[in-house]
């Protein structure tokens, strides 16, 4: 499954992370909900991190078609706000 973070480019992962990444996206879906910018940062930072270690790097010159696409990890709580879904960032 092909996956872009904005402003890094895109990697590879495996269909058995989505359900973890599904409750990293929960998590950071909860803290907009609360306002909390906080708890949105420490979420954001740690489902950008999930992907990353659990992930392969496609090569820079690369443009896979991507199943989702995941902000950049210094974008504002309305950032990701308008990026959300109705099942978050991560379909599924």
């Known amino acids: 499954m092909i996956v872009r973070i904005m402003g890094e480019g895109q990697v590879d992962l495996t269909e ?3 359900e973890l990444l ?3 996206d929960a998590a950071l879906e909860a803290a907009i909900e609360s306002g909390d910018e906080a708890t949105f940062r ?6 950008l991190e999930k992907v990353r270690q659990d992930s ?3 090569p820079p010159d690369s443009l896979e078609p991507s199943q989702f696409i995941l ?3 210094e974008a504002s709580m309305d950032e990701v ?3 959300l879904q109705d099942d978050g960032l991560i379909p599924g």
Do not use: I, V
Request: charge should be negative; glycine fraction near 0%; proline fraction near 10%.
């Open 42 to 47: 420490t979420a954001l930072h740690d489902l």
């Open 81 to 83: 706000r308008e990026m």
């Open 71 to 73: 902000p950049h990890a």
């Open 56 to 58: 392969k790097p496609l």
């Open 16 to 18: 058995a992370d989505l």
């Open 22 to 24: 599904n409750e990293f």
